[in-house]
């Protein structure tokens, strides 16, 4: 079975322009989770949903960023305009339900270069 | 609320000795609590989980950890550390479907 899949691997953009990140869950997962992970600020939840749903966004950092999940197969997670600060690994995850003793299958992650 | 805290961001062992990464957790309620590890350049994968049903919990890679309620804490140890095993291990807890995950410690396997 296909574990989390995320495109690109590998983002180089220019500040002021546009980047989004795609993410597909594994078949039958009903929850999906955005993090970003830097060395300054370690592993941060951006946002999460549950049946397609946004339940918490709190960790969204400001306006530029946005994040939808149109279907239970498929969510993105956009940058605009994305700024140098944004350079991080973004990581996608996915759990079976959305109860707590359900642990998180992460994928490979987005590298994210903003100059 | 909940939190967990890594103590120890770096710990260095040598190859064959024990490991032993600690954790403790804030909770109002009993949690789950997870660790997983991460090699470089690779996404989180999961090492093991409480679930309340044994307080001695066994996961991959020959690891295990121990709650313990009175201390409030969920220490990973090995018994003989292995090369591969060098990589960045993460704590985290879950009382919602949310998880709160620690800072990481990394671990580096001397030779």
């Known amino acids: 079975d296909a574990g989390v899949i995320q495109s690109p691997r590998h983002e180089v953009t220019e500040m002021g322009q546009e980047v989004t990140l795609r993410c597909k869950p594994i078949?039958?997962?009903?929850?999906l989770f955005w993090y970003r992970q830097t060395m300054m600020r370690g592993l941060e939840l951006l946002i999460y949903f549950n049946n397609n749903v946004p339940i918490d966004d709190s960790g969204m950092p400001e306006d530029r960023f946005s994040a939808k999940m149109p279907n239970a197969s498929f969510s993105t997670l956009k940058i605009q305009p994305s700024e140098p600060r944004d350079s991080a690994v973004y990581f996608c995850?996915?759990?079976?339900?959305?109860?707590?003793?359900?642990?998180?299958?992460f994928g490979p992650g987005t590298r994210l270069t903003v100059t | 609320a909940q939190s967990v805290t890594q103590l120890g961001s770096h710990v260095s062992v040598s190859e064959g000795a024990l490991v032993l990464l600690r954790c403790n957790y804030s909770?109002?309620?009993?949690?789950?609590l997870f660790w997983y590890v991460q090699y470089p350049n690779q996404g989180l994968q999961l090492l093991l989980k409480y679930t309340s049903a044994a307080t001695l919990v066994k996961g991959i890679n020959g690891f295990e950890a121990e709650f313990k309620k009175s201390e409030t804490s969920f220490h990973l140890t090995k018994p003989s550390a292995h090369m591969s095993d060098a990589a960045e291990y993460f704590c985290a807890v879950n009382l919602s479907g949310k998880s709160t995950f620690g800072d990481g410690t990394t671990l580096t396997v001397k030779p």
């Open positions: 078949s039958g997962h009903n929850s």
């Open positions: 995850a996915s759990s079976p339900r959305g109860k707590a003793s359900y642990e998180q299958y």
């Open positions: 909770s109002s309620v009993p949690p789950y």
